[in-house]
């Protein structure tokens, strides 16, 4: 199981910042490629940031030096901390890992559940 929270309201002013959290509980024997994907209204999900299997981070050029993904492998947590925000980046978010649960597990990609975060004019 993920649990999701934003450390900010969830409504920000443009130009301000929001942090999400997210951690995997349960039994797990390894996570990787753990990120994070949005929804705006009326659009697909789509990446914001996440890690690749080489440790690597893919940015969507959208959020490129705006927003930084960062982990904590031990504590099966990982973070958005998102900085001059923009009513643009008003969507759904969501976290997301790939997660074997035991050694024999052939693994598969968890969602949490939506997190809103709304940019304000």
């Known amino acids: 199981r993920f649990s999701c929270r934003r450390l900010g309201g969830g409504l920000v002013q443009a130009g301000g910042s929001e942090r999400l959290s997210c951690t995997a509980s349960?039994?797990?024997?390894?996570?990787?490629?753990m990120g994070w994907y949005r929804q705006a209204p009326g659009k697909r999900r789509e990446l914001v940031a996440a890690?690749?299997?080489?440790?690597?981070?893919n940015y969507a050029d959208s959020v490129l030096g705006r927003f930084t993904v960062s982990a904590v492998d031990a504590k099966n947590t990982w973070h958005l901390q998102m900085y001059s925000l923009k009513p643009e980046d008003t969507a759904d978010y969501y976290c997301?890992?790939?997660?074997?649960?035991?050694?024999?597990?052939?693994?598969?990609?968890?969602w949490g559940k939506g997190t809103q975060v709304t940019v304000s004019s």
């Open positions: 997301n890992a790939f997660i074997q649960t035991n050694l024999l597990g052939t693994g598969r990609n968890y």
């Open positions: 349960g039994s797990i024997f390894s996570i990787s490629e």
């Open positions: 890690f690749e299997r080489n440790g690597r981070i």
